[in-house]
């Protein structure tokens, strides 16, 4: 495995600017772009290379890997007592615990996005 294997890469379309955009949040702020979906993802793997190469010549270590991280399920969210607040009333209006309740705002969310 190469040291570029352990970034995760997105590759996806962009309404606003009407093209592919290529992302390696892990290793670069921007990304590329393009009309085909394949030339905008070669073109992202050579810049993921050529981003971990600059970190090897300025001798700094490369970021924490992305690809094929394990996630636990449970992260902390800190957040407005105001809001937290009116998320707890809402849970209970529904009947549902305060985490299945944002769980499912989440969810609903991240569907609508894709």
Known sequence: MKPSDQ????VEWS??????????????????????????????????EEWVAIYHEDGEPLPRATAGRKY????????EPE????????ALKTGTSLNQHVERLLTDKVKQKS
């Open 83 to 90: 809001l937290h607040r009116r998320l707890a009333i809402e």
């Open 72 to 79: 636990s399920g449970n992260f902390v969210l800190r957040i």
């Open 7 to 10: 970034y995760l890469r997105i």
């Open 15 to 48: 309404k606003e600017d009407r093209c592919y955009i290529g992302r390696c949040p892990a290793l670069f702020a921007g990304g590329v772009h393009g009309s085909d979906e394949r030339k905008v993802y070669r073109e992202l793997c050579r810049a993921v």
